[in-house]
Nanobody, 124 residues
Framework: QVQLVESGGGSVQPGGSLRLSCTISGDTYNITCMGWFRQAPGKEREGVTA????????YYADSVKGRFTISQDNAKNTLYLQMNSLKPAEAAMYYC?????????????????WGKGTLVTISS
């Protein structure tokens, strides 16, 4: 079992920045991939960015490359998402997730464990 708890969501103006955090506990040794996903009202959940904790390999959706950065602090068992230059269309519930098996890291359908999400609103 893996538990994930997100924090750091809030309201920001277009062009602003936010840093999300995800504290991960439980069977963390067997995690093969962990990442951030988002879901806006009326839309499907999509992969934003993910990483393989052992290799450090990172993956980004094309829409966020150059603006978002995923990182981890092993000592704190925490995953971060730094979001810069936020756009109104990126307002959504942001979820942290992890998987224990192989496969595509950015595929929401392949993740085994999910946090409850943290809400990001973007408005002027």
């Amino acid at each position: 079992q893996v538990q994930l708890v997100e924090s750091g969501g809030g309201s920001v103006q277009p062009g602003g920045s936010l840093r999300l955090s995800c504290t991960i506990s439980g069977d963390t040794y067997n995690i093969t991939c962990m990442g951030w996903f988002r879901q806006a009202p009326g839309k499907e959940r999509e992969g934003v960015t993910a990483m393989r904790p052992r290799s450090g390999s990172t993956y980004y959706a094309d829409s966020v490359k150059g603006r978002f950065t995923i990182s981890q602090d092993n000592a704190k068992n925490t995953l971060y998402l730094q979001m810069n230059s936020l756009k109104p269309a990126e307002a959504a519930m942001y979820y942290c997730a992890a998987r224990l098996s192989g496969g595509l890291c950015l595929n929401p359908g392949g993740m085994d464990y999910w946090g409850k999400g943290t809400l990001v609103t973007i408005s002027s």
